[in-house]
């Protein structure tokens, strides 16, 4: 705004000093132009109730910038979102923490699109002085007080509990595992009785993305076992005869914490054909991970030895035999009614319109192929349409049926490669049966 019109308003306003509107359009150019203490000088003997809600918000983050927090309180006293998080940048400017961030987070709630991370990590923040009387003083400023542990604690965060109620579909699988996996760790007495200790090999292979690892958290879940998760990282190492050790460290573990559920993703990497390393001590690592299966030397019982592989042609054969993985077990891509019970998990929580919950059952009949993954990827991809168009009205859009029918116009499944792979195996090199799932499959879902 030039000097010319600025003049021009500020003299209007002197003529009619009650117009709250021009007032607040004198501030705002002032404040546009820098000239905080001008615009400050013109809300002297100003009372908030002259101004409508969204203007005493902007006057009140005026106040907060000029140095005036205590007023700033008067101006931001409204319930909406905006007012509350000026409220909350008063407060923490009067150094009340507590009160500010109970502002911040009701703000948020109202409305998460006036969400700040840069204001929510200055509230969390502590200040401690360091140093004695005098003149020079060291101020630390910090989010927290983090030490040794909580930074453990960060880097490997601890997975919350998951239940078979949190697997969609996988019917005939989660009995399976009841029956033969779970029930041995809830009634070890009577197993006892016949001779049968809990824990055990498990081996579960399918497309990637079909639920896996969900499967092997909620069987810890129901056991309530210990779930130890093992990334490849974790065993292997450039050093001879490192692997190995760190292979028995991981057995110990789990054997220390039965029952446990001792999980290794991408068995492949650990447990792969022998006859195909070039390297002797690939070889030492297979043999030394059917040593601590067998348990010769050291008590098993209590531990359940789940791997999941995507490749389950490239395990050694080895690990099949009766003892170690010697329960294998197929995860399909979900069916039609697994597809809408994934659907409903995926969504549970989030903010959706009242159209999607009654087309879900379509929405999982135009979704054939797709893996869990995939539908998490479909859902994603729906809830990032809705948040761009909560940003563009300033408000909460929940995701609507037709922000997932657009979705499905961009995510593909992704399960048709692998269901290729798996039938020329299943064909062709189906030694003992043990592709007959794959093959049963196949035959009553067809190409699809």
């Known amino acids: ?172 699988i989660k009995q399976q595992i009841e029956r033969r996996i779970i029930l041995p760790f809830q009634k070890p007495s009577l197993f006892a009785r016949f001779k049968k200790k809990a824990g055990g090999g498990i081996l579960v292979y399918g497309p990637p993305g079909c639920g896996k690892t969900l499967l092997a958290r909620a069987t810890a879940g129901q056991c309530n076992a210990s779930f130890l998760n093992v990334a490849i990282e974790d065993v292997l190492d450039m050093w001879i005869g490192e692997s190995e050790r760190k292979l028995h460290a991981l057995f110990e573990k789990a054997r220390a914490s039965a029952p446990a559920v001792l999980f290794f993703d991408e068995l492949e990497a650990l447990a792969g054909k022998r006859q195909y390393t070039r390297e002797g001590t690939s070889s030492k690592l297979v043999s030394q991970f059917l040593s601590e299966m067998d348990g010769f030397a050291q008590n098993n019982g209590g531990v359940l030895i789940l791997g999941a592989t995507n490749v389950p042609w490239a395990i050694d054969p080895a690990f099949r035999r009766p003892g170690r993985f010697d329960r294998v077990l197929f995860v399909p891509p979900p069916d039609r009614a697994a597809r809408a019970a994934i659907l409903r998990i995926l969504l549970a929580g989030r903010p959706v319109g009242d159209d999607v919950d ?10 054939s192929g797709f893996s869990g993954a995939d539908l998490e990827n479909l859902v994603d991809t729906a809830a990032d349409r809705a948040i761009a ?22 995510v593909k499944p992704t399960t048709a490669e692998w269901l290729t792979t798996a039938r020329n195996y299943a064909r062709y090199a189906n030694e003992g049966g043990q592709y007959d799932e794959v093959l049963a499959f196949l035959a009553k879902h067809g190409k699809r």
């Open 1 to 172: 705004m030039d000097d010319g019109l600025l003049r021009s308003l500020h003299d209007a306003l002197a003529l009619t000093p009650d117009n709250a509107a021009l007032r607040v359009a004198v501030i705002r150019a002032l404040v546009a132009r820098g000239e905080r203490e001008r615009a400050l000088a013109l809300l002297d003997g100003r009372e908030p109730a002259e101004f409508g809600a969204d203007d005493r918000a902007f006057l009140a983050g005026v106040l907060i910038d000029a140095g005036a927090p205590a007023r700033a309180l008067g101006f931001a006293a409204a319930d909406t979102a905006e007012a509350l998080v000026v409220r909350a940048r008063a407060l923490h400017a009067l150094g009340e923490q507590a009160a500010a961030v109970a502002a911040y987070d009701a703000a948020v709630a109202r409305n998460p699109t006036v969400e700040d991370r840069d204001l929510r990590a200055q509230l969390g923040a502590t200040v401690r002085d360091h140093g004695g009387a005098g003149p020079v003083r060291l101020r630390v400023v910090s989010n927290d007080d983090t030490d040794r542990s909580e930074l453990d604690r960060l880097i490997h965060p601890q997975a919350p509990p998951v239940t078979f109620a949190d697997v969609g579909g996988l019917d005939d």
């Open 358 to 367: 009654g087309g879900l059952d379509g929405l999982a009949a135009r979704t």
């Open 389 to 410: 168009a909560s940003l563009d009205r300033g408000a909460e859009v929940p995701i609507r049926g037709a922000d997932l029918s657009d979705a499905l116009g961009e």
